[in-house]
């Protein structure tokens, strides 16, 4: 990828890969207990728009922008699929919904730090990524790059930065979450609706809305 017939060079602490993960690196990720994921789209109906990046961060400071060439990608879907590590994600739903319809892969081990920001966090109504960037990990996240394109064959270094920034603090919220849950007795009820978010996601995919309503 190239951008104004330049290579586009990533930060030192990001790899930007294309089609799917390496074998040796799918091995580092597998041992470890958790990873922050997040996605790039092009639009948010996965019938319709297309899976362009997905990001990932690990406890050692790695951060891997993986862009999506096709619908093969097994080394990624074996990730997704498996137990471990934990996959933190800010609104799964939407992230797994996207990796469900366009890899086939079911997502296993799902923490979603929106929901837990929202049972967690019942004195504000402010759950999106930056405030809670902001308010649990001191960092004021750029989202000038939020409704940029990111179909095209080049990506920006301001893409870059976005989307890695995306990830890079998702785990330093989860661990302010789980205290705050802890602490007001919630972390079974979180840990119950996260269990629920894949069986959410099938919903989603196949059109049903609002079962539970009457």
Same mark, same amino acid.
């Given at each position: 990828?190239?951008?104004?017939? &330049? =290579? *586009?060079?990533?930060?030192?602490?990001?790899?930007?890969?294309? /089609?799917? %993960?390496?074998?040796? $690196?799918? @091995?580092?990720?597998?041992?470890?207990?958790?990873?922050?994921?997040?996605?790039?789209?092009?639009?948010?109906?996965?019938?319709?728009?297309?899976?362009?990046?997905?990001?990932?961060?690990?406890?050692?400071?790695?951060?891997?922008?993986?862009?999506?060439?096709?619908?093969?990608?097994?080394?990624?879907?074996?990730?997704?699929?498996?137990? &471990? =590590? *934990?996959?933190?994600?800010?609104?799964?739903?939407?992230?797994? /919904?996207? %990796?469900?319809?366009? $890899?086939? @892969?079911?997502?296993?081990?799902?923490?979603?730090?929106?929901?837990?920001?929202?049972?967690?966090?019942?004195?504000?109504?402010?759950?999106?990524?930056?405030?809670?960037?902001?308010?649990?990990?001191?960092?004021?996240?750029?989202?000038?790059?939020?409704?940029?394109?990111?179909?095209?064959?080049?990506?920006?270094?301001?893409?870059?930065?976005?989307?890695?920034?995306?990830?890079?603090?998702?785990?330093?919220?989860?661990?302010? %979450?789980?205290?705050? $849950?802890?602490?007001?007795?919630?972390?079974?009820?979180?840990?119950?609706?996260?269990?629920?978010?894949?069986?959410?996601?099938?919903?989603?995919?196949?059109?049903?809305?609002?079962?539970?309503?009457?």
């Amino acid at each position: 990828m190239q951008t104004k017939g &330049r =290579p *586009l060079v990533p930060p030192q602490d990001v790899q930007l890969l294309e /089609g799917d %993960l390496p074998a040796d $690196l799918l @091995a580092h990720l597998l041992e470890v207990p958790e990873i922050a994921l997040d996605t790039e789209t092009t639009g948010l109906n996965p019938h319709r728009d297309r899976l362009c990046l997905v990001q990932i961060a690990a406890p050692d400071g790695l951060v891997i922008v993986l862009r999506i060439t096709g619908k093969d990608a097994p080394n990624l879907v074996r990730l997704l699929e498996a137990e &471990r =590590p *934990l996959k933190v994600i800010h609104f799964a739903r939407f992230d797994v /919904g996207m %990796l469900r319809h366009h $890899l086939g @892969a079911r997502t296993n081990g799902i923490y979603c730090t929106k929901v837990a920001s929202k049972i967690a966090r019942t004195f504000t109504q402010s759950h999106g990524l930056k405030d809670l960037v902001k308010e649990l990990a001191g960092v004021t996240l750029d989202k000038s790059q939020q409704t940029s394109y990111w179909g095209a064959d080049d990506l920006t270094p301001a893409q870059l930065a976005y989307s890695a920034n995306d990830v890079r603090h998702l785990l330093t919220c989860k661990t302010k %979450l789980d205290a705050i $849950l802890a602490r007001e007795g919630r972390t079974d009820l979180a840990t119950r609706c996260m269990a629920h978010l894949e069986t959410q996601v099938e919903l989603d995919l196949l059109g049903y809305t609002s079962i539970f309503d009457h």
